[in-house]
């Protein structure tokens, strides 16, 4: 459950699977970027799981277990396994693995943007909200995107507004730029009334928080 909840944070849509039953189910109906298997499962092991997913797709493959002797590794590997980390094991150790498997599969990296729970897909232009896609304006995913590339940056009003000016075919001025500014905040903050996301400087701009 922690490990579900902080790949989420991250932005990943997660699907969880505590057998190995219920995850033959799911990888004959559904198609994933990446599959992090334990080894010990209650109904089987992660090397069996291991063969039956790479019997059907080049889905990279993460093994976790309590077993860190070399025996073990090299199973895992030659089995076609991406990578594989001992527990216990540090979050970000495990989250850096995640996105080095991604970025060498050619599924994740150069076009996605992830803060907070959520994640922009530049080369798709979707962006998603705790793993569920939330729909924008070409106004507000413009804007979104000028924030998320500039992340941490103070952006003045028109310097956003000579950025998104026109990008739906709407005419823009510094009274829309507030109302989709309210309109964006709506949809990525979790309370639009207290954004964490999209952050106000008094009397300067907007920034997106870090």
């Not at 493959?61 to 590794?73: A, G, K, R, W």
């Not at 540090?90 to 959520?118: F, K, P, Q």
């Amino acid at each position: 459950m922690g490990l579900s909840y902080a790949l989420r944070e991250e932005g990943y849509g997660v699907t969880t699977c505590r057998d190995t039953v219920s995850a033959q189910k799911k990888i004959k109906i559904q198609d994933f970027d990446l599959a992090i298997l334990d080894v010990s499962l209650p109904d089987g092991n992660g090397y069996d799981l291991c063969r039956e997913i790479k019997k059907v797709s080049d889905t990279p493959i993460i093994f976790l277990t309590v077993f860190n002797e070399e025996s073990n590794v090299v199973k895992g590997l030659d089995m076609g396994a991406d990578d594989y980390i001992a527990k216990p094991f540090r979050l970000r150790e495990l989250l850096s693995r995640v996105r080095t498997v991604l970025r060498r599969a050619g599924g994740d990296e150069r076009d996605i943007i992830r803060m907070n729970g959520l994640t922009i897909d530049t080369s798709k232009g979707i962006v998603m909200k705790n793993g569920t896609e939330i729909p924008l304006t070409a106004l507000e995913y413009r804007l979104l995107q000028t924030f998320a590339t500039n992340r941490g940056q103070l952006l003045t009003r028109r310097q956003l507004l000579e950025e998104i000016w026109d990008a739906g075919g709407d005419f823009v001025n510094d009274n829309t730029l507030t109302v989709y500014i309210k309109r964006l905040r709506e949809k990525i903050e979790e309370d639009p009334q207290h954004p964490v996301l999209l952050q106000t400087v008094r009397g300067m701009g907007y920034r997106m928080g870090d």
